[in-house]
């Protein structure tokens, strides 16, 4: 072949190589053509939704402290979205068996401890008599959170963290909550200390 027929033969290579669709066509859905590119919704998989946490209403006899307060209302009253666990730990064998109950509140990845939750069912001392002599562990000013239970209080103590108390006669019970935490805003104490009243 000379050199027309090879420059003929390399037209032709282009002219078809041109003229080869690059991907198959779309699917003519109208005889107008248009314009606009189609909507394309992306498609979603839906995440397994955890069950809904439910506080005891005032159980007649309390059995551990964890479920009085959840992990994802803690994430909400603390402001955080780190994820939370939540662990009952044993009981202390100095306490009558079947009076003290602690739980735990971790972060999972940055925060390795938020808060001790206890809580103290006892026939004995009342929950204002409790709060009184637990006072003189404070560092700082008491400050009252008037309304709440029986009284209500939090206040800074030794290990730089904060304390909050609060507590009432429940079920013929005298029942104390001691929340250590660390430091936070005022208004997130108040929160804590109403919403465990409310459910003692």
Not at 49 to 72: E, M, R
């Amino acid at each position: 072949m000379g050199r027309s027929g090879a420059a003929l033969a390399a037209v032709l290579a282009l002219t078809c190589t041109a003229c080869t669709p690059l991907a198959p066509p779309l699917p003519a859905t109208s005889k107008t053509p248009t314009t606009t590119r189609p909507v394309t919704t992306a498609v979603t998989t839906p995440k397994p939704s955890t069950p809904a946490f439910t506080p005891p209403a005032s159980p007649a006899k309390v059995t551990a402290a964890c479920p009085f307060l959840g992990t994802a209302e803690l994430q909400r009253v603390l402001g955080t979205s780190e994820d939370i666990i939540m662990t009952e730990k044993p009981p202390d064998p100095t306490f009558v068996p079947g009076t003290q109950f602690q739980c735990r509140y971790e972060g999972k990845y940055v925060s390795p401890w938020l808060l001790d939750l206890w809580i103290i069912a006892s026939p004995r001392s009342t929950p204002a008599k409790t709060m009184a002599n637990s006072k003189k562990d404070c560092t700082g000013p008491v400050t009252p959170l008037p309304g709440i239970g029986d009284g209500a209080f939090f206040c800074a103590v030794t290990t730089g963290d904060a304390l909050v108390m609060t507590g009432k006669r429940s079920h013929g019970q005298n029942r104390t909550v001691y929340l250590y935490l660390r430091k936070h805003r005022d208004d997130v104490y108040a929160t804590l200390a109403q919403t465990l009243a409310d459910r003692l």
